[in-house]
């Protein structure tokens, strides 16, 4: 039977310090929630690895249907978890329902009716390994305790996509939710209330608490955010010789061709530049529009934009963002792209709310002028900050887009949809969108979700998702329990005839010397096997 061996809460709350629970909407305080002490965190790891044998051993239909309880328990707890997160991240209801809670369920309902099939053993050459007096199975093995750091932007959807492949592979987790949305992090906590004690542990804290949860160590890390602490986490990681699977986000691109169906692309590149304020690892921060349709292009999307509704209540379609540090990035690249000469052509700091009491509002801006000396064309914003830059033709797009930034994803916007799938051929990213935004892409649960150089290493997501937290395991068995193998003591001479036999029967040219090679192995095998100590 599962047995929790936890602190008592108390213990916890008199020793920790607390994290703040704020509405960048508005200013206002909502909450505090303790952190975890540091000291706790490897005692949580342990008592995660003491019940991770328990869990592994329950068959990949069991666990499913045990986490078939969390999915139910979210649609309870649905209200709570729009509201908190929301609230806490300062996006829209709608986008909490978009991008934190509809893609959790697909996730969990996903892997409730394939990981069982995904899981199940191998068996490799099922022809040519009894050649070699063997039968093979590949099973595929938990890698036992997966620690999960997690991001502030998503907080309820990226949590799960790190936390659920882990959990239904069989591993146990112990999940370090972003700081800046603790109160998002205690919904997780209270969504995973049916499985048995242990099984996921929610540690609550800053980066020393995600320093303690690499160093404790784990088995293996996965970890979503920026690239500056991803560097940090595999360096780390590294002492341990820890596997890390991370995403890091990306300044991605969007290719206006000149065929462009522009009403659809003004659409599209509108959300995907702008939703959660921009605070999106896959948001489009470059958009190369061919100079024949800039100018329609551009004046399809700043109608648009015009069009974009402010709420504080949450019920509009942007928000603020999230917290100040963030703030205060976009506000530097955009004050250093006015100052060396770029141009507002929509949006900007002083339409939308005003901030007041501490509130975090900046309005979506579309820019021109960019140049490869400003903080915005070398460092992702990830805020609500783009510009727009004309291109000669698709072939200096795809150039730029390549060399100039780094793309977790990319998205192609052409009428000819065999001229987007050989255009998406020639980019570097880790997915590609043909008329479609690259980042809504994340939320496809049969499909593979990652990076590649900045943007991160390794999948989550689809069937590689879920691989990311098993190992392979090669099982042999021999075909003759009772008989020795040639390769075993000692080398005589019928042994060393038998296996140049072998090796000439594999490699000969022409029939004639396969059957002399086969006939020096009829020869001699008896006689190798025979003299084995």
């Known amino acids: ?126 022809l040519a390994a009894p050649f070699l007096g063997m039968v093979s199975r590949v099973r595929w093995q938990p890698f036992g305790v997966v620690g999960a750091i997690t991001p502030w932007n998503y907080p309820f959807f990226l949590s799960m996509m790190a936390v659920a492949p882990a959990l239904f592979a069989g591993n146990t987790v112990v999940l370090k939710p972003s700081e800046v949305t603790p109160a998002v992090g205690e919904c997780l906590r209270e969504v995973f209330d049916p499985l048995p004690p242990g099984v996921l542990t929610v540690v609550q804290g800053a980066g020393d608490v995600g320093a303690a949860l690499v160093d404790a160590p784990c088995d293996k890390i996965a970890f979503i955010g920026s690239p500056a602490t991803g560097r940090r986490i595999a360096e780390a990681a590294a002492r341990h010789l820890t596997p890390v699977v991370m995403e890091l986000g990306g300044k991605d691109a969007a290719i206006v061709c000149r065929d462009a169906d522009v009403d659809l692309a003004s659409s599209g590149v509108l959300w995907g530049a702008f939703v959660n304020a921009g605070q999106t690892c896959a948001a489009v921060e470059r958009i190369f529009v061919h100079e024949d349709v800039a100018d329609e292009f551009t004046s399809s999307l700043l109608e648009k934009l015009e069009r974009l509704r402010f709420a504080q209540s949450g019920d509009g379609d942007v928000g603020a963002l999230t917290f100040k540090r963030q703030f205060d990035i976009v506000e530097r690249h955009y004050k250093d792209a006015i100052e060396k000469g770029a141009r507002v052509l929509g949006g900007g700091p002083d339409r939308g709310p005003q901030n007041e009491n501490g509130s975090l509002w900046f309005a979506p801006t579309v820019m021109d ?50 001229k987007g799938e050989a255009l998406a051929a020639r980019l570097r990213c880790g997915a590609v969108g ?79 010397r396969k059957v002399d090679a086969a006939r020096s192995i009829a020869a001699n095998i008896g006689s190798a096997l025979r003299g084995k100590f």
Do not use: C
Request: hydrophobic letters at 40%.
């Open 1 to 126: 039977m599962f047995v929790a061996q936890t602190k008592s809460s108390k213990r916890q709350t008199a020793k920790a310090q607390m994290l703040t629970s704020f509405n960048p909407r508005t200013g206002q305080v909502m909450r505090e929630i303790p952190a975890t002490p540091v000291a706790e965190v490897a005692e949580a790891v342990a008592t995660a690895r003491k019940v991770q044998p328990e869990w592994a051993s329950i068959p990949p239909r069991g666990r499913a249907h045990m986490l078939r309880e969390v999915r139910h328990r979210i649609y309870d707890k649905l209200d709570d978890i729009v509201e908190t997160v929301s609230s806490e991240v300062g996006k829209p209801r709608a986008e909490a329902l978009i991008s934190d809670a509809l893609p959790t369920v697909l996730q969990l309902l996903y892997l409730e009716r394939t990981a069982a099939k995904t899981l199940r053993d191998e068996r490799p050459a099922p």
């Open 369 to 418: 002028g960019i140049s490869d000396d400003m903080d915005m064309s070398r460092e992702e914003t990830f805020g609500p900050l783009v510009p727009i830059v004309r291109v000669r033709d698709e072939e200096e797009a795809i150039r730029r887009t390549n060399e100039e930034a780094f793309n977790l994803t990319a998205t192609v916007w052409t009428r000819n949809t065999k």
């Open 434 to 512: 043909i008329n479609e935004i690259g980042a809504a892409a994340s939320g496809v649960p049969f499909a593979p979700w990652g990076g590649i150089g900045e943007s991160g290493y390794g999948r989550l997501s689809g069937r590689q998702g879920l691989m990311e937290f098993v190992y392979p395991e090669h099982v042999t068995k021999k075909v003759t329990p009772g008989l020795k193998s040639l390769w075993w003591y000692p080398y005589d001479e019928a042994t060393q005839a038998t296996l140049r036999g072998a090796t000439e029967l594999l490699s000969a040219p022409g029939v004639k």
